[in-house]
């Protein structure tokens, strides 16, 4: 019998080596790295096998500037450390405090929408500095896809809109997608 941390590992793999056959060495993998429990997993995971598929591995973190500074120095301090523990390379972007909010409102978005593209601007930009090929890892997982196929439907939208988020897109990739939070967060415990 099988234990969750070898469900999750042999899943991960699995859907990780689909979203990287085409990818020719070397290449860079950026985690999206939050702090949160299924970023953290993410970046354990991506750890764990990257001398199986040789990818050189970093992380990006973007304090949004929408939280009190009590709590964001504490998931900073939390998220500088263990990248530092796993020797892993962390890139920072640091929003100031108002800006999504005053963005927002400019553009007429929610805050959350306003945030999701301020990360992907500088998920991008990190792109254009890395090797050709080389990918942003987001740690969407099977309950995210769940929820956005169930959102979609509740607001009307057609077939396309029902397929969810897709396992990879350009240069991202979801390589937890297939498997559910509460198995991520087991994982952790291990």
């Known amino acids: 019998m099988k234990s969750i941390q070898d469900k999750v590992e042999i899943l ?22 939050s702090g949160g429990p299924d970023s953290t997993a993410l970046l354990f995971l991506l750890k764990r096998f990257q001398k199986d598929f040789g990818y050189d591995l970093e992380a990006a973190y973007v304090n949004h500037g929408i939280r009190p500074l009590s709590e964001t ?5 939390s998220v500088k450390k263990l990248t530092l523990d796993l020797q892993i390379p962390l890139h920072i972007k640091k929003l100031s405090s108002g800006l999504l909010k005053q963005y927002a409102s400019r553009k007429h978005c929610g805050l959350e929408g306003a945030a999701r593209l301020f990360r992907y601007r500088f998920f991008k930009k990190l792109q254009t500095l890395s090797p050709p090929g080389s990918v942003t890892a987001l740690g969407h997982n099977r309950n995210d896809q769940e929820e956005t196929i169930i959102m979609r439907l509740f607001s009307g939208a057609g077939l396309d809109g029902l397929k969810g988020i897709p396992e990879s897109r350009e240069a991202l990739i979801r390589p937890l997608i297939h498997i559910d939070r509460d198995s991520l967060i087991q994982y952790l415990e291990f």
């Open 12 to 33: 991960f793999h699995e859907t990780l080596s689909t979203q990287l056959k085409d990818r020719i060495l070397p290449f860079r993998i950026i985690a999206a790295f």
């Open 73 to 77: 120095s504490i998931e900073d301090n």
